[in-house]
């Protein structure tokens, strides 16, 4: 069975940290990893897609890497604002682009 | 360019009630995908097309959702009749063709069924 965890479930840290979010996967036979940020009662927005083929992807101060050896992927939010706060999900999908999903962090970012 | 539109944002429905989602995708994308998000979890797809053909439906409880893309453009989702573990969010997501490109999604529609 294809399963996706996410690490920590929430986060609290003050305005400026760099942090870190950790999702692991169990299928190394993935197509794409996609990064999302979900608003409360909002969708899904995606932030970063990382092909099989590629590291790590960067936008603005985010970075997120790949490594499906491990089956790992991380994501990297440098000085964080309090407008980062939010729920971040991870999702691998297979050939088929059908999304597989880890619970998400929820992350509050304190002025 | 506009996004995905969905419709109602919300609906509160009893037990053993129809209910009826809307989705319009981005233009030109082929591939449209049906999510169902309960509280506190990942969303999980229920249903995929690629243009007006089901790739993947494994996971829709067929006895009581049913979903069609006619002409290959709108989707609705369906459920009938509801019961009270359907209370979720259905999130609608369209990429460009297959899986190489990136999923957008769409607000979502928060169903509440009492």
């Known amino acids: 069975k294809q399963e996706v965890t996410q690490i920590p479930a929430a986060l609290s840290v003050p305005e400026g940290e760099n942090l870190v979010l950790n999702c692991s996967f169990t299928d190394s036979a993935i197509y794409n990893l996609q990064w999302f940020r979900q608003d409360p009662g909002k969708g899904l927005t995606s932030l970063l897609l990382i092909q099989s083929s590629q590291r790590e992807q960067t936008s603005g101060r985010l970075n997120a890497s790949l490594d499906k050896s491990s089956g790992r992927s991380t994501l990297y939010i440098a000085a964080s604002q309090p407008g980062d706060s939010a729920t971040y999900l991870c999702a691998f999908s297979g050939n088929t682009g059908k999304l597989i999903f880890g619970q998400g962090t929820t992350l509050q970012v304190k002025p | 360019e506009a996004g995905v539109a969905q419709s109602p944002r919300y609906k509160i429905i009893e037990k053993r009630q129809s209910v009826a989602f809307w989705c319009n995708p981005i233009?030109?994308?082929?591939?449209l995908y049906w999510y169902q998000q309960i509280l506190g979890q990942g969303p999980k797809l229920l249903i995929q097309?690629?243009?007006?053909?089901?790739?993947?439906d494994s996971q829709l409880p067929k006895d009581r959702f049913s979903a069609e893309r006619l002409k290959g453009v709108d989707s609705t989702l369906k459920i009938q009749p509801a019961k009270l573990e359907d209370s979720a969010v259905y999130l609608c997501?369209?990429?460009?063709?297959?899986?190489?490109?990136?999923?957008?999604f769409g607000p979502g529609t928060r169903l509440t069924v009492t």
């Open positions: 997501a369209s990429s460009l063709t297959d899986a190489a490109y990136e999923q957008y």
């Open positions: 097309f690629q243009n007006n053909g089901v790739v993947d």
């Open positions: 233009s030109g994308h082929a591939t």
